[in-house]
């Protein structure tokens, strides 16, 4: 593989689109965001203002894709375009093939399946379309509903990686899931 950064691309997931952040997702970004859940586990800034989402939106986002950091997109409704969450990869290593998944869901979006239907498919993107070895999720142990997606989108637990990653609250293990091109389902 010579060109080191993900092409610019959309893709379905049944009834989701997921696709390059815009101007546009700009509010429901930063009301996603400032969220008490969502600040819980993520170390956003704090609070998430919406000068935080006008960057991430329209340059942060699209910045890290063209440095080979990733790929990060808006997880919308295919038929009605509200920002539903995100799912991204980041921490690309281009060499190995492995790439880290990360997402998260609007407030009033939650519970829907939208972060593991999103995952899922992005999963299938990256090893099948990509040719990527791994894909790899760190999900905080207190964080069972990351946990529970990264499940259901077919990842499996490997274990704890102690004292790995940080939240707002301070240091936290981590529990590392993985999909490989073999825990793909064949069409």
Known sequence: ?????????????????????????????QAACADELTQRWL??????????????CTH?????????????????GARNPRLLGTVGLKQTDWRALVS?????????????GVATAATRALGRWLLGDQGFARMELKAATGN????????????HREGVMRNAGFTHTGRTDLVLFSLTPQDLPSS
């Open 100 to 112: 880290e998944v990360g997402y998260w869901t609007a407030p009033w979006a939650r519970g829907s």
């Open 43 to 56: 170390p956003l800034p704090n609070p998430y203002t919406l000068d935080d989402a006008t960057s991430w």
């Open 60 to 76: 942060v986002a699209h910045a890290l894709r063209e440095s080979g950091d990733g790929i990060h997109f808006a997880v919308i």
């Open 1 to 29: 593989m010579t060109d080191r950064t993900f092409p610019p691309v959309s893709l379905r997931a049944g009834e989701l689109l997921l696709r390059p952040f815009t101007h546009e997702d700009v509010e429901a970004t």
């Open 144 to 155: 069972i509903a990351s946990q529970k997606v990264a499940t259901r989108a077919g990842l």
